[in-house]
């Protein structure tokens, strides 16, 4: 919808991808929201193009935190919400060579707290379970708890559950321009112009756009572009029941996600780009079908489809989430990266508590999340405290 017009609001976020809605859908349980998103449909960058996995043993400690802390929420959505379950029980399995063996035994650690269901298996065990492992690889460890997520499901769940809480979502409406007048935000996107006491800046690629904008300092979001494609799945592999396999060493070089009669797959790259429409590029794709092949007996050499989105991280890769402590009302919530589907639930809930001036809820502290880690106050040291800009 694209209406002209003033609205004026407590909160008005902006960017209608997963974590602007699911912002949206927390806030909205005690603030009223408007949502703005520029293109003219939801969901149409980076998070309609993920490889929708849900693991609690992906990503670094507060992305592992607030994974965990939504897995409930995903797994039974509040009544109503979703007819059908988001969830599907998906095994991990991260393999390495000899060289790289170390890699997995830093990651049993890290997630030996939050996953109940690992193991290492090596040699002759491994090969036999997917079968088109490469010999080199002869080091693995099962994730049983990672899980295939419906994103589109997870997205609408937000939207859905927002509008029902009275938040008003604007599509084809740009910000363009970000001021404070009296204490408050005046925004101007597309023809409309909102007043508001709080901007959550969900814009993913463009939430140092959006800063800037706003006459705040940008943290230093680099986008940066990663491919994937599908392929037909062999009909010898139609019935087997294959695990997500993931290259477990440092840096991550491919993967390999089992769909319904294709096999999902990525070179797992890293380009850094400006904010854009990203498209797949094919030395990228050729790149993923030679790592695929090399690591693998699957012999790719037909793509289905190809695609790409950005992932966009801060400079220490940690997500940012936090008002701005140098400008009011400005809530940062960007830099998720490559894992800002599985952890949207519990991102959004602190969202909503740092909005709302509450405590980090409980069981994101329990599980060990520092909110200081990933605020923007980290990128402000000897920054002045809180103005009017
Ligand atoms: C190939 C690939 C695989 C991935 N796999 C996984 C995975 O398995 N699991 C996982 O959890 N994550 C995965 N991710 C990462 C995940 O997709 C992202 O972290 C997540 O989608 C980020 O959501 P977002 O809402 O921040 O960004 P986006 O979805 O990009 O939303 C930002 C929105 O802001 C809007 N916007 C920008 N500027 C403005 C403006 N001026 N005015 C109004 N609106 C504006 C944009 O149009 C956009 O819709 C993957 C990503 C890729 C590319």
Known sequence: MNTTGSISTDVLVIGGGIAGAGAAYELSADLGVVLVEAESTLAYHTTGRSAAL???????????????????????????????????????????????????DELAEAIEDLVDD?????????????????????????????????????????????????????????????????????VTAGDLTVDAEVVVNAAGAWGDRIAEMAGVTPVGLTPLRRTAFVVKRPPELEDVALPVIVDGGHPETWYVKPEPGLLLCSPADETPSEPCDARPEEIDVALGIERVNHNTTLGIRHVVRAWAGLRTFAPDRLPVVGFDPTTEGFMWLVGQGGYGIQSSPGMSRLCAALVNHREVPEDLAALGLDAAAISPARFRRGAEAVSDP
Request: proline letters at 8%; hydrophobic letters at 40%.
């Open 118 to 186: 690992v193991r290492r298996v090596e040699g002759d065990e491994l090969a036999e379970i997917t079968g088109i492992l490469a010999p080199h690889l002869t080091h693995g460890l099962i994730d049983g708890s990672s899980l295939a997520l419906d994103v589109a499901g997870l997205h609408q769940v937000f939207v859905k559950g927002a509008r029902r809480r009275g938040t008003r979502i604007e599509t084809s409406a740009p910000v363009t321009s970000l001021r404070r007048e009296g204490g408050r935000w005046v």
């Open 54 to 104: 849900f693991a609690e043993s992906y990503g670094p400690q507060p992305i592992r935190a607030l994974t965990a802390a939504g897995r409930d929420f995903i797994m039974s959505p509040p009544e109503g919400l979703a007819d059908f379950p988001l969830l599907e029980p998906l095994p991990g399995l991260f393999v390495t060579d000899d060289d790289n063996a170390p890699c997995l």
